[in-house]
């Protein structure tokens, strides 16, 4: 089978399952430059972080996720901010102007936290040839394991459980995995980036479903995969 790898963001970098078949191994990284190294080989990159970013007004992608796979818990997916944020990545008040200027909505401070992570995705993501890393989004990927159906918080115990009993179907090792998993890394961004990849096999084998607009602006696809 082919190699694919689900990528997440944490406080301290990036952390990566990549899977190939039944294996599946945990990778940690400081940069998204190093993850690339490390999922060099793999044919699909799920990476939970926003690609592309529109020049004015809202991701369809965005509002669809809410209302098809995320009910009852639409606060799990940030507003995506237009391009003019990132004009200022210095400043969360000027941040917020510009994008309403724009036509979007927020940041919160929460989302425009994550503005420098953005910025290295599309760093190395954008315009490539052929096409590796994608977006996707962690909680819609569990709510399509799980037939649609939002699941509980990542961070209450029915929650933890309910994902792991959606992974260890997709991926046999994942216990295994997670005992040896970087200490550093919280196990809510490895049980994402599980996700991540399982919803990266699915763009591989051709499975995959798409939310959100077709077609490419910005050097990036503006569709996101789940």
């Known amino acids: 089978m082919t190699s694919v790898a689900g990528v997440d963001g944490w406080t301290g970098g990036w952390v990566a399952v990549i899977a190939d078949g039944d294996s599946s191994r945990i990778v940690a990284t400081e940069t998204f430059a190093k993850m690339g ?58 941040a917020v102007v510009a994008n309403k200027a724009a036509g979007g909505k927020g940041p919160s401070a929460q989302g425009f ?11 190395m993501a954008q315009g490539e040839h052929p096409r590796r890393h994608f977006e996707v989004h962690p909680e819609s990927s569990f ?45 809510d961004d490895v049980l994402d980036a599980y996700a991540a ?5 699915r763009i591989a084998d051709g499975t995959s479903r798409w939310f959100g607009a077709d077609g490419d602006d910005d050097g990036f696809r503006c569709a996101i995969a789940v």
């Open 37 to 94: 190294d490390a999922t060099s080989g793999c044919r699909a990159v799920g990476v939970d972080m926003p690609m592309w970013l529109p020049a004015s007004g809202i991701r369809a992608g965005d509002e669809e996720l809410r209302s098809r796979l995320l009910a009852g818990r639409t606060a799990t997916l940030f507003w995506t901010p237009t391009r003019a944020v990132l004009d200022h990545l210095d400043s969360h008040a000027a």
């Open 197 to 201: 990849a399982w919803t990266a096999r």
């Open 143 to 187: 709510s399509a394991m799980n037939g649609d159906v939002a699941l509980a918080s990542k961070r209450s115990a029915a929650g933890v459980g309910a994902r792991l009993q959606l992974l260890t179907l997709a991926f046999p090792d994942v216990l295994e995995q997670l005992r040896g998993a970087p200490a550093k890394v919280p196990v």
């Open 113 to 123: 936290a994550l503005m420098q992570k953005v910025v290295e995705v599309r760093a």
